[in-house]
T-cell receptor, first 111, second 115 residues
């Protein structure tokens, strides 16, 4: 059974800092991996999706990488802003199966 | 283009009462998911539809939960009777199965409180 963990559970950084969020999964035969952000009381907003054949995806200040052999993905946020404060979740999918979500990392960017 | 629509946004009921949630996916999306999210945790899948067929309902507590997607578009999730432990956020998501990406898009969720 696929298990997904995210470390740290919470992170607080000053504005402008670059930061990395981690996602680990137990079964490396993944089909794709998707990163989301969730604001308090809201649904999930898709940030990036990486296919198993890809090593990274970029969108603006966000860069997600995938290392299947080590069972890890990282989300890099450049020049963090207070508006980046949210919970970030990763979800991993094996082929033909459903997404399995991690518990999320709660990010606070302090002005 | 409208995103995934869910209603109601909030619901407070007494235990043992029935409750229903409605979801309208993004137009053209043939896959629809219902998730349950407890505080501080990631979403957990309850049921997945491909068009009108429930292809994975293994995590749906069928003694009290039911779902339908009669015309392969919008969907309803029902709980009857509700228990205190059902208090959570119920999220609906959709994706386009034939896309090579299967990217999921989520609605805002329904926050259920059972008293």
């Amino acid at each position: 059974k696929q298990e997904v963990t995210q470390i740290p559970a919470a992170l607080s950084v000053p504005e402008g800092e670059n930061l990395v969020l981690n996602c680990s999964f137990t079964d490396s035969a993944i089909y794709n991996l998707q990163w989301f952000r969730q604001d308090p009381g809201k649904g999930l907003t898709s940030l990036l999706l990486i296919q198993s054949s890809q090593r990274e995806q970029t969108s603006g200040r966000l860069n997600a990488s995938l290392d299947k052999s080590s069972g890890r993905s990282t989300l890099y946020i450049a020049a963090s802003q207070p508006g980046d404060s949210a919970t970030y979740l990763c979800a991993v999918r094996l082929e033909g199966q459903n997404f399995v979500f991690g518990p999320g990392t709660r990010l606070s960017v302090l002005p | 283009e409208a995103g995934v629509v869910q209603s109601p946004r909030y619901k407070i009921i007494e235990k043992k009462q029935p409750v229903a949630f409605w979801c309208n996916p993004i137009s053209g999306h043939n896959t629809l998911y219902w998730y349950l999210q407890n505080l501080g945790q990631g979403p957990e899948l309850l049921i997945r539809y491909e068009n009108e067929e429930a292809v994975d309902d293994s995590q749906l507590p069928k003694d009290r939960f039911s779902a339908e997607r009669l015309k392969g578009v919008d969907s309803t999730l029902k709980i009857q009777p509700a228990e205190l432990g059902d208090s959570a956020v119920y999220l609906c998501a959709s994706s386009y199965r034939r896309s090579s990406y299967n990217e999921q898009f989520f609605g805002p969720g329904t926050r259920l409180t059972v008293l």
